[in-house]
């Protein structure tokens, strides 16, 4: 997650209430990524952020892909982010 959505009201505290692993992005750059990667066959991409205010203000886009090939490509990109970040 980038730093600057950790506060009180994200869902960074409830996933650390949970016990779901979450790391906490540690570049000069924001952690802009927004993909979700299902069953490593689905991959769900866009400019949406996953959000209230994206769902209801914003004019987002959103691109659902089933295909096995292209959801190991996006994992394989998430490992090696992964490993870069800090744990929180």
Same mark, same amino acid.
């Given at each position: 997650m980038e730093r600057s959505q950790c506060r009180y009201w994200s869902a960074y505290? =409830?996933?650390k209430k949970l016990g779901i692993p979450v790391k906490v992005e540690n570049t000069s750059a924001k952690l802009h990524h927004k993909v979700g990667i299902i069953d490593n066959k689905t =991959?769900?991409?866009?400019?949406y952020n996953w959000t209230l205010s994206a769902d209801i203000k914003n004019d987002e886009n959103v691109l659902i892909v089933n295909n096995p090939e292209i959801a190991g490509l996006f994992t394989d990109a998430f490992n090696e982010l992964w490993e870069i970040v800090l744990t929180e």
């Open positions: 505290q =409830t996933f =991959t769900i991409l866009g400019s």
